[in-house]
């Protein structure tokens, strides 16, 4: 449980940080943090599927700190697809433009 929040963590941080103008670039402090770590465990779980199940590359364990890196790629597919669902249903937390 605890490598999987460790896991989720890191790799929503990581691929926030290679993908830096997400839709939830706006947050800071704990709710930011909590998304990072939202989208890695998701990331997680997208990256294990398309290695492990979809491409034969992996081992059965979803949350391990050795699928860092499918975490990553992961976080990097969610990421946008999370951005477009936010803005297309008017539910994004980013702020309006200032006029």
């Known amino acids: 449980m605890i ?9 929503g941080a990581i ?7 997400d839709v ?12 990072s770590l939202v989208l890695g465990l998701i990331g997680a779980a997208v990256g294990w599927l398309l290695f492990t199940k979809l491409l ?3 081992d059965e364990d979803v949350f391990d700190l050795g699928g860092l890196l499918s ?4 976080v990097l597919i969610v990421l946008p697809i999370a951005g477009f669902i936010l803005r297309r249903t008017g539910m994004s ?5 200032a006029h």
């Open 93 to 97: 937390p980013e702020r309006p433009p």
């Open 24 to 35: 939830f670039r706006h947050m800071n402090g704990l709710t930011s943090w909590l998304v």
């Open 71 to 74: 975490a990553i790629i992961g």
């Open 3 to 11: 490598g999987a929040l460790i896991l989720g963590l890191i790799a």
């Open 56 to 58: 034969g590359i992996g």
């Open 15 to 21: 691929g926030r940080l290679l993908m830096p103008g």
